[in-house]
T-cell receptor, first 113, second 114 residues
């Protein structure tokens, strides 16, 4: 069962533009929403995360927007750079019971000059 | 890669053979996880362990086995019962408890069945 739906599957953005990746979830018990960045042949690394008590979190060029009523959250990369080219995964977790992360299917982002 | 080591980086196996992937962490984390990554399918949880000598099946445990005899080690065995084992395998760890949700990933092992 796909509990976190991520789109688009791939994205091409011009250098300096804004990259936007979207995720939607179904489980209302989710209360932690991280984004991971993965370069080819490497393990994912935490990029930024948000909890539902805020609607937006910004760290440098990276911003998470969170819409609790719509059960959606998105990653915005401002002033996208070629070094941002990677695969991005959204995820979600509930603090009830076990501590499993449920991942989206990933977005391959390519920043072109 | 945050104090998590996986070995080997590349592994080749003949059909019908069992193979064990190593995962070690020096972060003193209680919880450890194994994921499988296939193109277009994201990360799928195989097994996880929240404490030494205890582990639970994830979403795709069939054909895999694990052990957790030491806090810092969580090896994964891919058995011959796993029908399609060629994939990128990722180990992760985290500290248990509220407000400590971050999972740290190792560099991964790419397994190819010949």
């Amino acid at each position: 069962q796909q509990q976190v739906k991520q789109s688009p599957q791939s994205l091409i953005v011009q250098k300096g533009g804004i990259s936007i990746i979207n995720c939607a979830y179904e489980n209302t018990a989710f209360d932690y929403f991280p984004w991971y960045q993965q370069f080819p042949g490497k393990g994912p690394a935490l990029l930024i995360a948000i909890r539902p008590d805020v609607s937006e979190k910004k760290e440098g060029r990276f911003t998470i927007s969170f819409n609790k009523s719509a059960k959606q959250f998105s990653l915005h990369i401002m002033d996208s750079q070629p070094g941002d080219s990677a695969t991005y995964f959204c995820a979600a977790k509930s603090n009830f019971g076990n501590e499993k992360l449920t991942f989206g299917t990933g977005t391959r982002l390519t920043i072109i000059p | 890669d945050g104090g998590i080591t996986q070995s080997p980086k590349y592994l080749f196996r003949k059909e019908g053979q069992n193979v064990t992937l190593s995962c070690e962490q020096n972060l003193n984390h209680d919880a450890m996880y194994w994921y499988r990554q296939d193109p277009g399918q994201g990360l799928r949880l195989i097994y996880y362990s929240q404490i030494v000598n205890d582990f639970q099946k994830g979403d795709i445990a069939e054909g895999y086995s694990v052990s957790r005899e030491k806090k810092e080690s969580f090896p994964l065995t891919v058995t011959s019962a796993q029908k399609n084992p060629t994939a990128f395998y990722l180990c992760a760890s985290s500290q248990s408890g509220l407000n400590t949700d971050t999972q740290y990933f190792g560099p991964g092992t790419r397994l190819t069945v010949l």
